[in-house]
């Protein structure tokens, strides 16, 4: 992994992603959000979508580009991904403990079915809830402590999936402790066994903040544990944007 903390300062990007995984017994559907989980996901929302900037960049399998770009606009996050049959598109909604993943298709707005959003995008190792990076959103967090991570000192927090829709039941990210970087997500199943794991393997400054540039994101098989695929998540840094002159 390229090693990019040696450079950083204080005033880093918040954070990027959080929560962890460990077997069913870990979750019960009284735990709810503690505060020290709550603010390093605040962060890492903030960190993730880039508030006021767009995104653009790819998906990476064995040598196929899937071009994808990130709005957030207000209360809604949209996402757009290019296919050879055409631009496609869906956006997550934003609300009080909701986190609702919505098609946009011809101008209309439909949610999306449990199944959908576990689906993998365009043939990649990428479901709607991994792009959308949905799991930062659960409301039943806890701070589990600390862990190294590339031999970094990471708080580790653990998310358990709400409402049961999509794959995941319990997912544990890593966020590095001093920086508030992503370091590593993984995504368990109800029988506790990984079935995703998110790997940062670099990270890009934007203004003042730093955010994710490339992940590797790695399918695993929950019956042997073995991989099954992997893809490759690049942004491009954004372009600065001249300010508006006021009119008179």
């Not at 989980?37 to 880039?50: C, I, K, P, Q």
């Not at 409402?163 to 029988?191: C, E, F, I, Q």
């Amino acid at each position: 992994m390229k090693c990019y903390f040696s450079s950083m300062k204080q005033g880093f990007m918040k954070s990027m992603v959080v929560a962890a995984v460990a077997t069913v017994s870990l979750f019960s559907s009284s735990v709810k959000a503690d505060e020290a989980a709550d603010r390093v996901l605040r962060g890492a929302r903030y960190a993730s979508t880039l508030q006021h900037q767009d995104l653009h960049g790819t998906m990476k399998k064995n040598g196929k580009k899937t071009p994808i770009s990130l709005f957030l606009r207000g209360e809604n996050i949209q996402f757009l991904y290019k296919t050879k049959k055409g631009d496609k598109r869906f956006h997550m909604r934003l609300k009080k403990d909701q986190f609702d993943l919505l098609d946009i298709v011809n101008g209309k707005t439909t949610k999306f079915s449990n199944k959908k959003i576990a689906e993998k995008i365009n043939g990649t190792d990428l479901s709607y809830e991994d792009l959308s990076m949905r799991f930062l959103y659960w409301n039943n967090s806890k701070l589990e402590g600390e862990e190294k991570i590339s031999g970094q000192k990471c708080h580790k927090v653990r998310l358990v999936n709400p409402d049961k829709t999509g794959d995941y039941r319990l997912v544990y990210v890593w966020v590095h402790k001093k920086y508030g970087s992503l370091m590593r997500v993984v995504g368990y199943n109800n029988a506790g066994k990984p079935l995703k794991k998110f790997q940062v393997t670099d990270v890009m400054k934007v203004g003042k903040e730093y955010t994710l540039k490339t992940m590797r994101v790695e399918t695993v098989n929950p019956k042997t544990g073995k991989s099954s695929g992997v893809t490759y998540l690049e942004f491009q840094k954004p372009k600065k944007v001249a300010p508006t002159k006021p009119t008179r």
